[in-house]
């Protein structure tokens, strides 16, 4: 089982308050995803990144894959209340044939008004 | 327009008992996936479904038992419910492996 680490579990900060979350593993994946989840939901993918190094932007979101594609990181900037929610990642690893998600445990996130 | 959806939403059972919780999708993807999701475990994989009539065991699949005779529906079903099963279920599907659509859940106790 490959593992993914999310750090930290718990963050809570203020609104307009910059934040990042990180999500890191030993091993490599050829690709990795975020997903949001809210309370009594189901998650919702945020971005799929695929290449290492890569970096996409979703408006005040932006997601980093590392360049070894063990790692990745997401970025909030000027964070709002309706960010609040469980960031999940989840990886799908290298090996071929390998079609199961690994995800990590989350990061519980708060924003305070 | 409704994408996917699951039920029941909630569902309380004895120990022993035999439970099936239904998924159900309408954008006609290929993978179908079952996840639990516990405290301090995160979301773990039963058994997911490439396509009808093929599934594949997950991380957990021990006392789970699934099928996929149509690609919108992959029903999941507790065989004899032990508390340990106690847990909220997600269902999920997608056109691959990666970038899945969950569904809202099923908060399933075994009392």
């Known amino acids: 089982t490959q593992l993914l680490e999310q750090s930290p579990q718990f963050l809570s900060i203020q609104e307009g308050e910059n934040l990042t979350v990180y999500c890191n593993s030993s091993s490599v994946f050829s690709s990795l995803q975020w997903y949001r989840q809210e309370p009594g939901e189901g998650p919702v993918l945020l971005v799929t990144v695929v290449t290492g190094g890569e970096v996409k932007k979703l408006k005040r979101l932006t997601f980093q894959f590392g360049d070894a594609r063990k790692d990745s990181s997401l970025h909030i900037t000027a964070a709002q209340p309706g960010d609040t929610g469980l960031y999940l990642c989840a990886g799908l690893p290298s090996n071929f044939g390998n079609e199961k998600l690994t995800f990590g445990t989350g990061t519980r996130l708060t924003i305070i008004p | 327009d409704a994408g996917i959806t699951q039920s029941p939403r909630y569902k309380i059972t004895e120990t022993g008992r035999q439970v099936t919780l239904m998924c159900h999708q309408t954008?006609?993807?290929?993978?179908m996936f079952w996840y639990r999701q516990d405290l301090g475990h995160g979301l773990r994989l039963i058994y997911y479904?490439?396509?009808?009539?093929?599934?594949d065991k997950g991380e957990v699949p021990d006392g789970y038992v699934v099928s996929r005779s149509k690609t919108e529906n992959f029903p999941l079903t507790l065989e004899s419910a032990t508390r340990s099963q106690t847990s909220v279920y997600f269902c999920a599907s997608g056109v691959s492996s990666y970038e899945q659509y969950f569904g809202p859940g099923t908060r399933l106790t075994v009392t």
């Open positions: 479904s490439a396509a009808a009539d093929i599934t």
């Open positions: 954008w006609s993807h290929s993978y």
